[in-house]
C-alpha cells in the first residue's frame, strides 16, 4: 500500500486543534492510527498506510469542523473524534446547533449513548451529575422534533422530591412546576433559543410535566425524557414506562446514588433497570466520573463521594461476617 503523505487543507484555527497544546492532540491522533502527522501550515500531512491515514483524516475533519464552529477542542473530544474513525460510527450530524455551536458528545461515552438514543426505543442514562445525560437526551429529542421524526417532545421529572405536592404552590400547573423543571428548560432554550421554544410549547409540541401527569395518558409519535428518575417510585415508573404509544421513544435518566425519597429502596430506577436489562429494544448507558464534562472540579468531587461510598459498603460487610 502506497504510503505516500496526503496533505489536508485547514483553516489555521482548525489546525491548531488538531496539533493541541505541545502537539498533544496530534501525538494522540499518531498512537491511535500508526501515521505521522505534521503540521507544515495550511493544514496536515498524513504518512502511514492507506487504511490508516482514512481513519486518521475522519478523526482529524471531525476536530476540525468543531474547531472551526468556535467550540473549544479538549483532549476528550479527540478521543471521541478517534473512537469515532476507529469504528465508523456516525458524527452529530443529526443533533441540532445550540447557542454555542454544534452539539456533539466530549467523551466516548457520551457518542455511545447518542447512538443508543438513535437505535433503541427506550434508553436508561446513569450516572452522576455533570455527564450530559439530560442534555444529550434534551438535543436527541429536539433534533427530532426539528426534523419532523416526532410530534412532540415531553418532559417529566418528580416534582418537590418525589412527593409532588404541588396543590399548595399558588398558580396554573405551569407556574407551580417550572421552578422543578429549570434545568429542563435551560437545555432547551440553549438548543432551540427563547422565541422557537415558546411557539412550539405554545402549540404543544414540547411539554415539560412532573411525573404523575402522565397518568392514564398514552404518548404516541414522541419523544418522552422522564428525568431525576432516581426518584420516583416503583409504581410510578412503571406507570410512566407503561405510557409508551405508537412511535414513541423514551429515554430514562437518573443518578442512582443520588435518591431523595423517604425510603430509597422503593425507587424505581434502580428496580427498572434490573427487570430490563437484556430486553430487546433496551439499552442502558451508565455514566462514570470521568464523563463529568461541567467543571474539573466536579469530576473530582464525584470521585470522591464514589470512594467513600464504596469505603461505608466495605467496612458494613466486614461487620456483617
Known sequence: MSRAPEFITLTDAAARAVAGANSRHAALIEDAFGVLLETP???????????????????????????????????????????????????????????????????????????????????????????????????????????????????????????????????????????????????????????????????????????AYLRGRTHSQAFVIVDEAQNTSRLQMKMVLTRLGEGARMVVTGDPTQIDLVNPRDSGLAHAVGLLEGVKGIDIIRFTAADVVRHPLVERIVRAYDADAAKTVGSESRRSL
Open 41 to 211: 501550515g495550511g493544514g496536515v500531512s498524513l504518512s502511514g498506510d492507506a487504511k490508516s491515514r482514512a481513519q486518521a483524516k475522519q478523526a482529524v475533519q471531525a476536530i476540525a469542523t468543531r474547531a472551526d464552529q468556535g467550540l473549544e477542542i479538549a483532549e476528550a473530544d479527540v478521543r471521541v473524534a478517534i473512537g469515532n474513525a476507529r469504528t465508523g460510527a456516525p458524527g452529530p450530524g443529526n443533533l441540532p446547533v445550540g447557542r454555542r455551536g454544534q452539539v456533539a458528545p466530549k467523551t466516548a461515552m457520551q457518542a455511545d449513548y447518542l447512538q443508543a438514543l438513535a437505535r433503541n426505543e427506550l434508553v436508561f442514562g446513569l450516572g452522576p451529575a455533570g455527564t450530559g445525560k439530560t442534555f444529550l437526551a434534551v438535543a436527541h429529542g429536539a433534533g427530532l422534533l426539528l426534523r419532523g421524526e416526532v410530534d412532540r417532545l415531553i418532559v417529566s421529572r418528580p416534582a418537590v422530591e418525589a412527593g409532588e405536592r404541588l396543590g399548595f404552590l399558588p398558580g396554573d400547573l405551569g407556574e407551580k412546576v417550572d421552578p422543578y423543571m429549570a434545568p429542563v428548560w435551560e437545555a432547551l432554550t440553549d438548543i432551540l433559543g427563547a422565541e422557537q421554544l415558546r411557539r412550539r410549547r405554545d402549540k404543544g409540541e414540547i411539554e415539560v410535566a412532573p411525573n
